[in-house]
């Protein structure tokens, strides 16, 4: 809930039959007025590819033009094949500045704490 209250109008829900199926907390940066950053994201496994990920971030990329910004930004573990396939299918780069590679994928070490590295994106939106 706390999201929604502070960033309800870059956040979203997917329901179904009243049901959360999904849901995108994202928001605008304050410290990067041309960019946008993505969260958190969680599609319920039952309603994977069903369109529900890629309905939720255009829905994000839209709000983000129409706030003037033309970057958006995510990071995933480098563990997570699926999301990293997701959002490379989506049109999101991997930045490439990592400081080691695994299975061919640039990660940035220690990114969120010790041990927690992660996978940078970046998206460009025309």
Known sequence: ???????KNTSFIAEKDGKIVGFLIGFLSQTYPEEAYIHF???HPDYRNHGIGKR???????????NGRN????VTSPVNKVSIAFHT????????NGDKE?????VHTDYDGP???RVLF?????
């Open 41 to 43: 994201v969680g599609v």
């Open 122 to 126: 970046v998206k460009r939106l025309i």
């Open 1 to 7: 809930k706390l999201f929604f209250d502070h960033f």
């Open 115 to 117: 041990n927690q590295d």
């Open 89 to 96: 299918k989506m049109g999101f780069e991997i930045e490439k």
């Open 71 to 74: 970057i958006v930004r995510c």
């Open 102 to 106: 695994i299975d061919g994928v640039s």
């Open 56 to 66: 939720l971030y255009n829905e994000f990329f839209n709000i983000v033009k129409k």
